[in-house]
């Protein structure tokens, strides 16, 4: 407590490592926003903190100890946890190796597992509702797939593919890209070049559902879809 309030008196941001929910609670009545749960699996993990969480509503964690590659979005999937840390990408005796390439390799595919980026469906442009319907119909029967009518599109399989009943956004359609958390993957795309049409952006509670990219891929749209 006296680091803590040392820190807050001096205007610098305090996330104090707390272990039980009396010291979560301490830190709030302090001032803290945001504390660290440490060490995380150790200590009970995401179920203990969705246990406490639902009395300490405001309180939010960064979660560190035992988080690795096969848990990481069982944190990142509770919205009370904003943030969690881990060294499974940049173990010591690679530091001293100098193995840069792979611990960035390593650090990449923590972000990708991070991300969950997957295919989610395919949007056909139509000139209007009777080429969508032939469209559906034809990918229907080659694929053994259910039609399922809706009001500006038709949907095929298990919504594998979204048939337009007029030409929506895309030379030729849309790719939507399923995401576990679409404003973390817009900062990671980001980094690695791609530009968004941030006018497109969705949100819904203060959360982003869907955003699409500036640029069309192959005469496709692409947006990014929540999980």
Known sequence: PEVCKHVIDKGGIMMPGTATSGEMQQAMNMGCEVVKFFPAEANGGVDKLKNIGAALKTCKWMCTGGVNAKNVNNYLGYNQIIA?????????????????????????????????????????????????????????????????????????????????????????????????????????????????????????????VAIYFADEVAGFAIHLVQK
């Open 84 to 208: 969690v840390g881990g060294t499974w990408m940049c173990k010591s005796d690679k530091i001293k190796a100098g193995a840069w390439d792979e611990i960035t390799a390593m650090s990449r595919e923590a972000v990708d597992v991070m991300l969950g980026l997957q295919l989610g469906h395919i949007g056909i442009n139509c000139a209007d509702e009777a080429e969508a319907a032939k469209t559906a119909e034809t990918i229907g029967s080659l694929l053994s797939m259910a039609v399922k009518p809706g009001n500006s599109s038709i949907f095929v399989g298990k919504k594998e593919f979204e048939i337009m009943k007029k030409p929506g956004r895309g030379t030729h359609g849309h790719i939507a890209i399923l995401t576990n958390n679409v404003d973390r993957a817009i900062y990671h795309l980001g980094q690695r070049g791609v530009k968004f049409d941030m006018n497109s952006k969705n949100v819904k509670d203060g959360k982003t």
